[in-house]
């Protein structure tokens, strides 16, 4: 049967123990010969294998003139490794969280729907009480001049206006006659001049 290649992070896991075991600074076109006869990594994946890991803080690189020299301690790796495992069970942690809150609203629409028809019902059953309160509001105002409370107050009401009109127009024909003996002016240019209508007279 045909051997079965190495997975993603087998290869990574193998790339890992080069550096571990032999605590060395190594190129990539060193690598490219190690690894396929120490590891079993195919040479083609080893720049991907290597590139996957810098982007995970487990190998560190640096250029020096014109060549990338790559190596790893198992101290800072181990680091490494702790802080993506941190990471990514934190965004589990998170998926969790989302995952209850959208079931939490799931069922929450769910029991919103069961009982549709009856809340449909009261619904309507509100709609109707709503405008039979205000028929009924409307009929009381309508109603209401007929009180005889409310009659009264008007009455009362009226009849304070009718006592301050009539006082007004008794300043005005004291008015009125303190300027004809004082000025002699007729009545009609009194009335004119002051806009008072001629036949002011008392409200019985």
């Known amino acids: 049967s045909k051997k079965k290649g190495l997975s993603f992070e087998e290869k990574r896991a193998r790339m890992m123990e080069i550096f571990f075991e032999t605590k060395d600074v190594f190129q990539l076109k060193d690598l490219e010969k190690i690894a396929p006869k120490e ?19 487990m190998v560190d690189t640096d250029r020096i003139g014109t060549s990338n020299y790559f190596w790893a301690f198992p101290s800072k790796a181990l680091h490494a490794r702790k802080r993506k495992l941190e990471e990514l069970e934190s965004q589990v942690a998170e998926s969790s969280q989302k995952k209850e809150t959208l079931q939490k609203s799931i069922e929450k629409s769910k029991l919103g729907r069961e009982d549709t028809v009856e809340r449909a019902a009261l619904l ?30 008007m ?50």
């Not at 590891?39 to 803080?57: C, H, R």
């Not at 004291?174 to 007729?186: H, L, M, P, V, Y």
């Open 39 to 57: 590891k079993g990594i195919t040479s083609m994946s080893v720049k991907e294998i290597l590139q996957s890991l810098v982007d995970d803080g």
């Open 124 to 153: 309507k059953d509100l709609a109707a009480l709503r405008q039979e309160k205000e028929q009924l509001k409307t009929e009381i105002d309508k109603y209401r001049e007929c009180d005889p409370d409310v009659v009264e107050e």
């Open 155 to 204: 009455r009362q009401t009226n009849q304070v206006a009718k006592e301050a009109a009539n006082r007004w127009t008794d300043n005005i024909f004291s008015i009125k006659s303190w300027a004809k003996r004082k000025f002699g002016f007729e009545e009609s240019r009194i009335d004119k001049g002051f806009g008072i209508p001629e036949d002011l007279d008392y409200i019985d």
